[in-house]
């Protein structure tokens, strides 16, 4: 069984931080890609920044120059700093782990609140 756990999300002022992690564990190999999703109310879920085995990154357009996503594949866990947060990046915030051990898979968090105040 895998188990995603996110921790970081919060209120934060317009103009702040807040770094998100997300550790996975349980019976999980050959990670390829982590990323983090958003989801505000009444709107689909999207993706925000996504990062290879291999270090390589993609952003959202909205994240771009503000968020900066990392992991450490030895703890199996990915982060998200966020920076420079507007009112419209309140969300809640799924991490994404996929990658193929027998069989593809793809396994999600619980999700993290942020809420940013203007």
């Known amino acids: 069984q895998v188990q995603l756990v996110e921790s970081g999300g919060g209120l934060v002022q ?3 931080s807040l770094r998100l992690s997300c550790a996975a564990s349980g019976r999980i190999f050959s990670i390829n890609a ?3 999703y ?3 109310p ?3 879920r999207d993706l925000v ?3 290879s085995s291999g270090g390589s990154t993609a952003y959202a357009d909205s994240a771009k120059g503000r968020f900066t996503i990392s992991r450490d594949n030895a703890k199996n866990t990915v982060y998200l700093q966020m920076n420079s947060l507007k009112p419209e990046d309140t969300a809640v915030y799924y991490c994404n782990v996929q ?3 027998g069989s593809a898979y793809s396994h999600w968090g619980q999700g993290t609140q942020v809420t940013v105040s203007s």
């Open 49 to 51: 920044a996504v990062i």
């Open 14 to 16: 317009f103009g702040g």
């Open 38 to 40: 958003r989801q505000a």
């Open 34 to 36: 982590m990323g983090w």
């Open 42 to 44: 009444g709107k689909q």
């Open 99 to 101: 990658g193929y051990s």
